[in-house]
C-alpha cells in the first residue's frame, strides 16, 4: 500500500510540475499599447522597483522581465513599465 502512495505522489507531483512549465507567461510582442492593455491592463513592468513617472495610474503593472524587454518600444517615458494605465 505504501509503495503505490508513493507512486501515486510522485505521479503528481511530476504532473504538477509539467503544467508549471507550461504555464509560465508567453512572450508575445504586442503591435501597440491598445492590444498590450488588452491582455495586461496596467501594463508590463521590467521589475516591483519600476516607478511610475506620468502620474497616476488605475491598474497595477503585470511584471515579467523578458515581456517588457520584447515589448521596450512601446515604453515611451522609458520608466520600465510599457503601456502603463
Same mark, same amino acid.
Do not use: H, W
Given at each position: 500500500?505504501?509503495?503505490?502512495?508513493?507512486?501515486?505522489?510522485?505521479? &503528481?507531483?511530476?504532473? =504538477?510540475?509539467?503544467? @508549471?512549465v %507550461? *504555464? +509560465?507567461?508567453?512572450?508575445?510582442?504586442? !503591435?501597440?499599447?491598445?492590444?498590450l492593455?488588452? &491582455?495586461?491592463?496596467? =501594463?508590463?513592468?521590467? @521589475?516591483? %522597483? *519600476? +516607478?511610475?513617472?506620468?502620474?497616476?495610474? !488605475?491598474?497595477?503593472?503585470?511584471?515579467?522581465?523578458?515581456?517588457?524587454?520584447?515589448?521596450?518600444? @512601446?515604453?515611451?517615458? +522609458?520608466?520600465?513599465?510599457?503601456?502603463? !494605465?
Open positions: 500500500m505504501k509503495k503505490y502512495v508513493s507512486i501515486l505522489i510522485g505521479l &503528481v507531483l511530476l504532473l =504538477g510540475s509539467i503544467n @508549471s %507550461s *504555464a +509560465k507567461t508567453e512572450i508575445i510582442t504586442y !503591435k501597440n499599447c491598445t492590444e492593455n488588452k &491582455v495586461y491592463k496596467g =501594463g508590463v513592468a521590467q @521589475s516591483t %522597483s *519600476a +516607478k511610475n513617472k506620468g502620474g497616476k495610474t !488605475k491598474y497595477k503593472p503585470f511584471v515579467s522581465k523578458e515581456l517588457y524587454e520584447a515589448n521596450k518600444k @512601446s515604453d515611451r517615458d +522609458k520608466d520600465f513599465i510599457a503601456c502603463e !494605465k
